[in-house]
């Protein structure tokens, strides 16, 4: 099977790309303004006008300071909400058969869309870092293991931008005083000067993220047989038998296969988020 293909939005220095191209895709990074630090082909351009034919997996990663704790609740109306317009063109995107996969990453709070959590101390990086991630596929998570006895290096802060703090080399010490290659070493990241380094997603993260996307891809390449198509469904809980080329969702609502040969797993949204308040109040229980 050859690589597939995934475009990277608001992809900044690369630290989501590299991960994912760990994990075995042909990257390639989209963003607004230059990104002189990118290692992978780059496309400057708005994400939410560029074109997405050609790719099989759309990553993004829009601003996060609408919805993240460091910045002040007074000025978080000032930042761009960027999720809900990406959201819907990357629906709009796999609906019409132009990609089979997309993932939307952000900071907790953000409102993603039955998101996972992923923890840099669990994948035993010297940073938490928690971050969320959507899909439109079934992706998994991380618990939380904050249990590696040092405290978590602070790869962070406005480098000098803010008063009262002095201005720092982007390959110096930055404001909150952790060596450049300790931040770099802390994220699993080598090629990022500080200012990069303080808004990158550790490739660790997508490299996990990645490796459940290339099963996914793995599942699209193998022939449909009848005993794939009787297979039970994580979702509902039990088999769903393709009758005469049909399926139908836990609602009874017949499904739509589209053009890229997947079955969807419900009708709609409503429907997922359905089965996964059941799921997870079964859990409880």
Same mark, same amino acid.
């Given at each position: ?57 759309i ?70 870092r928690?971050?969320?991630?959507e ?23 406005s480098?000098?931008?803010? %008063? /009262?703090?002095?201005?720092? #080399?982007?390959? &110096? ?7 450049? @290659?300790?931040? =770099?070493a +802390? ?40 005993e ?7 979702? %509902? /809980?039990?088999?769903?038998? #393709?009758?005469? &080329? ?7 609502? @017949?499904?739509? =296969?589209? +053009? ?8 709609s ?17």
């Open positions: 099977m050859s690589r597939p293909r995934l475009l990277d939005l608001f992809c900044c220095a690369g630290g989501a790309s590299a991960g994912y191209h760990a994990a075995g895709f042909d990257v390639t990074g989209v963003d607004i303004v230059p990104q002189p630090h990118y290692p992978f082909p780059f496309i400057q351009a708005d994400a939410l006008t560029v074109a997405l034919s050609g790719y099989d997996v990553a993004a990663s829009p601003p996060c300071q609408r919805f993240s704790q460091a910045t002040p609740e007074d000025r978080r109306g000032e930042h761009p909400d960027l999720i809900e317009p990406i959201r819907q063109r990357l629906r709009d995107a796999v609906a019409r058969g132009q990609v089979w996969g997309y993932v939307i990453e952000n900071v907790p709070g953000a409102p993603l869309a039955d998101p996972i959590t992923i923890c840099g101390e669990t994948l035993r990086l010297g940073v938490r928690h971050r969320l991630f899909s439109n596929l079934p992706l998994f998570g991380t618990a939380c293991h904050h249990d590696r006895g040092a405290p978590a290096v602070p790869v962070y802060g480098y000098g931008q803010r %008063a /009262g703090r002095k201005p720092v #080399d982007v390959e &110096g010490e930055p404001s909150r005083g952790t060596p450049v @290659e300790v931040g =770099r +802390a994220m699993g990241i080598d090629w990022m000067p500080w200012p990069n380094l303080t808004q990158a997603i550790p490739p660790a993260y997508t490299f996990w993220i990645g490796a459940q996307l290339m099963k996914h891809a793995r599942d699209l390449a193998r022939p449909v047989t009848q794939t198509r009787t297979q039970p469904s994580r979702a %509902a /809980g039990s088999a769903t038998p #393709d009758t005469g &080329g049909k399926r139908h969702c836990r609602c009874g609502a @017949e499904l739509v =296969r589209p +053009a890229t040969g997947r079955w969807p797993r419900h009708c949204h409503a429907c997922r988020q359905a089965a996964y308040r059941e799921r997870t109040k079964g859990a409880a229980a």
